[in-house]
C-alpha cells in the first residue's frame, strides 16, 4: 500500500477513536461518602442549680453548659417556680434565654401554686436545643406502688429535633433511686416508648441511677450503645466532689461518637457528662 494511503488509514483510525470515546459516556466516579454533622451531647443532673456548696448559682450552671460547646442537653432535676429553694425561677426557660437555645419542659412533679401565686409548682427534667425542636412530650412512667415508703413520680421527655435536616430524637430521664425493679420497670416502659422510632437516629441521656453492670443499664445497652463503653477512665460522675461511681449516662442509636467526657465541676452533685456524635446527613433523592 502506498505510504500516503497507510497515512491517511491511519489518520481516520485516529479520528474514529476520539469520536467513539466522545460519544460513550465515561463510567461515573463513585461519590465521596458525605461526613456527618458534629454534635455535642450533655446530659446533666442540676440539682436544682445548687452546688456541692449549697448556694444556689443557675449562672454557674449556665457557664458549665456554656464552656462545653454543647449543642443538644438533657437536664434532670430541674425547678419551675417550685419555691424558695430556687427562687420559684422557671429554671428552663432561664438558662434557655441564658444560653440562646430552644427548650422544652416535662413536669414530672405538678403540685398546686404556693399560696398567694399563680404558678403552679413543678420538678422535672428539661431539653436545651440549638436546633428546632420539632416537637415534644414528657411520658408519665409509672410507678409501682410501695405504701411504707412512697415512690416519686419519674418521666421521660421527648424531643424530636431537626438537625440541619435529619430527624433526631432526643429523650432525657431520671429514673427512680431507691429500687432496682422500679428502675427495671421504668426502663420496659422506656424500650417500648423508644422502639417507636427505631430507625432513627437517637440519643438517651440522663441520671439512672443504675451502674454500668446493673441489669437495668445491661437492657438498655441492648438497643443502644454507651460511648464510654471500654473508655479510661471509667466515667464516674457521682459525688460530684469525689466521683465513685457512675449513674448519670448520654446513650446513643444511629449515629458515630468520639471524646467521651466527664466535665469537672462542683457546680451540682452530679458530673455532667459530653459526647460528641455525628449525625448522618439526610439522603440527597
Known amino acids: 500500500m502506498p505510504t500516503a494511503l497507510i497515512r491517511t488509514a491511519t489518520a481516520l483510525a485516529a ?12 463510567a461515573a466516579a463513585p461519590e465521596a461518602p458525605t461526613p456527618p454533622y458534629e454534635v455535642r451531647v450533655m446530659a446533666y443532673n442540676i440539682h436544682h442549680g445548687a452546688g456541692v456548696d449549697g448556694v444556689l448559682d443557675l449562672e454557674r450552671t449556665a457557664r458549665v453548659i456554656e464552656d462545653s460547646g454543647a449543642d443538644v442537653v ?17 429554671q428552663a426557660q432561664w438558662l434557655a434565654q441564658r444560653l440562646r437555645m430552644r427548650v422544652t419542659y416535662g413536669a414530672n412533679l405538678d403540685l398546686d401554686p404556693a399560696p398567694g401565686s399563680t404558678q ?6 428539661a431539653v436545651l436545643s440549638r436546633f428546632p425542636i420539632v416537637s415534644a412530650e414528657n411520658h408519665l412512667l409509672t410507678s409501682i406502688p410501695y405504701p411504707e415508703r412512697p415512690t416519686e413520680q419519674r418521666g421521660l421527655l421527648h424531643a424530636e429535633l431537626d438537625v440541619r435536616g435529619t430527624r433526631v430524637d432526643f429523650w432525657t430521664t431520671h429514673l427512680d433511686h431507691q429500687r432496682q425493679e422500679q428502675r427495671l420497670s421504668q426502663v420496659a416502659e422506656i424500650e417500648q416508648l423508644l422502639s417507636a422510632t427505631a430507625d432513627r437516629p437517637g440519643f438517651l441521656v440522663g441520671d439512672l441511677n443504675a451502674t454500668p453492670d446493673s441489669a437495668e443499664v445491661l437492657r438498655l445497652g441492648d438497643d443502644l450503645d454507651d460511648p464510654f463503653a ?5 466515667g464516674n460522675t457521682y459525688p460530684a466532689e469525689a466521683p465513685r461511681t457512675r449513674i448519670d449516662y448520654v446513650l ?7 471524646d467521651p467526657e466527664v466535665v469537672s465541676t462542683l457546680a451540682s452533685d452530679h458530673l455532667p457528662v459530653v459526647v460528641t456524635a455525628g449525625i448522618p446527613r439526610p439522603r440527597r433523592r
Open 230 to 234: 471500654g473508655a479510661a477512665p471509667e
Open 252 to 258: 446513643t442509636r444511629g449515629v458515630t461518637t468520639s
Open 74 to 90: 438533657g437536664l434532670q432535676e430541674v425547678d419551675r417556680h417550685f419555691g424558695a429553694r430556687s427562687g420559684n425561677v422557671d
Open 15 to 26: 479520528l474514529l477513536t476520539v469520536v467513539a470515546a466522545t460519544l460513550v459516556p465515561a
Open 120 to 125: 403552679r409548682r413543678q420538678y422535672g427534667t
